[in-house]
């Protein structure tokens, strides 16, 4: 993530060139800070055994459980991997998980321009709390954020009775599992985008208004364009959590087959249910999507490095 | 009288099917039940779903019936009815977790009172499964508290299973002390002692020592032990009945708050005397919860060990006061298990 930063950091801004004139464009004299290169000083020897020592390590505690997935998922042949996942509860959990994923991440992508502009690009009082609590979910444990969900959208809650008369359901069905995956992945859009904005500053905003462009020209000419792979790699963040979480979706879900398990718990449901193929065949789903995630983050950071240069 | 269209006759059959319709408005629908169960029934409402379903159809045939399930730790799965989960039927591991759930009005108090047996369609006991051939010896639950035996079971405070194995060795050390209350309490301590990770439900703990291979020896459901031995390999695992233990009676009721605004009362009703069929009752003996049916329960007599069984109302006076006693906060287990 670091590595991504330091990358989107030192993205010049080609619409900048495009709207304002050259003797305008503040940033065009500030030329891209280069990592320092790999420092040689040390022994070869210890180089050998660090390098060693993390790829055992990565090895041990990432490649083997992730071989391990798709090993017993493929234990008793494609037939039952296939099987396991056109089954109608397996369906049904996918299809929610990429629905609830599917909004949180529009749902995130919004709040977390409209956050990130608001903090980088003004200042106001606030400010300082608002970064705080953006920062919120990072800090709290999952489990507390479904239960804050129940204490206020339960039964027992502190809008059950609004809830009741108009007959909305929130926890235990589809709209608690999207706010408790809201909830987590709050954070991931809003966090690429601020300290880019930051570095960025108002001033090519400042020369397109007084170009004369409208504040919607602006914002879809200079703002976007200066922020769209730090965007899409918050995206790619924010999807890869909103899928995999458990604790939180856990909590509100109310654990109904085939209607609120998400992809994960009907992972755990099928594993305590001794069928072990099945699990691990959506589990390996999952880890999919961990592969086309780092995979797209890979080529991401490419493409980061590439703009820098 | 030839006459093709007859005004007379159309509003007669107009009124005819309106009177239908008010009469019966479920003539034909699309209805789901949610059974909002506990762990080790997985299986057995699986089947007995499917069964019902059939059944159903037999007398509705316009019917889309579905029925859904949810499962977990009992305690758990009641809090979450309490906080919203439009559960039309509870089956849950024991009387007090309803209890609960009707506390706060969504079932009739009396609700034990509504179907025989307690509300409880079948029962169960508390067993032990070991590692094959038994290489720590263990017979009793005197076996349990010697120190140097890991025993798995699932947390008192969110399972209901758990709460029944706590009672049972209990109810066991009360019988070989004559009523000894600080001796049971040692004895338990004991045990408890030996049991350094709780699972949150009964499913969690036979994971965990099936699994995972952790521990000596597994206080599970008679059922769950059996479900394990056949699913995972009888090669692997041997079932130990104890020479007493607690007559467990996982009872089962219509959450009337929720089934009268969703107007499933029929339905959730016929769902749960379903159990008392001779057919449910089957169902039951095939997933290995002892069938109240007598003439059903002689046909499975040797699937199920015989065993002295006592019942928490002999012992301990009934589950409120039980859970009063044992579970609550600061209570008998928190005492043993915070020391």
Redesign the interface.
Known sequence: MTLAADALRTTTHPAAHALASEGLNTHAGALPARRPGPTNSEPKAVRIAIITVALLFLGLFIALPLISVFYEAFKRGWLAYVAALVEPDALAAIRLTLLVAGISVVANVTFGLVAAWAIAKFEFPGKSLLITLIDLPFSVSPVVAGLVYVLLFGSQGLFAAYLQAWDIKIIFALPGIVLATLFVTFPFVARELIPLMQEQGTAEEEAAASLGASGLSIFFRVTLPNVKWALLYGVLLCNARAMGEFGAVSVVSGHIRGLTNTMPLHIEILYNEYQFVASFAVASLLALLALVTLIAKTLLEARLVEDAQ | MSAPFSLKRFAGAVAVSLSAALALPAVAADVTL?NVSY?PT??LYTDFNKAFSAEWAKTHPGDTLTI?????GSGKQAR?V?????ADVVTLALAYDIDEIAD?GFIAQDWQKRLPDNAAPYTSTIVFLVRKGNPKGIKDWDDLAKAGTKVVTPNPKTSGGARWNFLAAWGYALKKNGGDEAKAKEFVKAIYKNAPVLDTGA??ST?TFVERGIGDVLIAWENEAYL?VN??GPDKFDIVTPSISILAEPPVAVVDKVVDKRGTRALAEAYLKYLYTPAGQELSAKHYYRPRNEAIAAKYKDKFADVQLFTIDQVFGGWRKAQKTFFSDGGVFDQIYAN
Not at chain 2, 68 to 72: A, D, K, T
Not at chain 2, 82 to 86: C, K, R, T, V, W
Request: hydrophobic fraction near 25%; avoid cysteine; charged fraction near 40%.
């Open positions: 949610l762990d997985r299986e859904r399930q949810s499962h977990g979450s309490i906080d919203g989960l439009e706060r499913r969690g994971v394990a699913e995972l």
